[in-house]
């Protein structure tokens, strides 16, 4: 359905954009009510000593009817959902991209980086 494809991009797109997978303390929580996509992203250190989180949202009420067509090339993060609105998708995916990138400015990538390395030990 819809909901479920709005927000498994938006979720998708903020791990992408951390390069985020099991070996890092990643979490990512989603919500779309009234045409609004909420996304709650946070990044924490290993021992849980240090954690950045952030929510943000976006509309993604768009209809289908304010479209040119299909595009058969539609794809987002490795999604293609043909009877989802194209700019409601565009809306989800720059959504996690841009709470990520909230959280990379506020220092994510120095915590994801640590929790890598020891990780990696």
């Known amino acids: ?25 990643v979490a990512v929580s989603t919500l779309l009510k009234d045409g609004q996509l909420y996304l709650t992203g946070a990044v924490y250190s290993l021992d849980g000593s240090d954690a950045l989180q952030e929510t943000m949202q976006k509309n993604v009420n768009f209809s289908l009817e304010n479209e040119d067509g299909p595009d058969d090339n539609l794809q987002h993060v490795g999604i293609t959902a043909r009877s989802v609105p194209r700019l409601a998708q565009e809306a989800a995916e720059r959504l996690g991209q841009e709470v990520a990138d909230l959280l990379l400015s506020k220092g994510a990538k120095q915590i994801l980086s640590v929790a890598r390395q020891l990780s990696s030990a």
């Not at 909901?3 to 997978?21: P, S, Y």
């Open 1 to 25: 359905d819809e909901e479920t494809v709005l927000r498994c991009i938006t979720e998708r797109a903020f791990m992408k954009h951390l390069e985020g997978g099991c070996s890092v303390p």
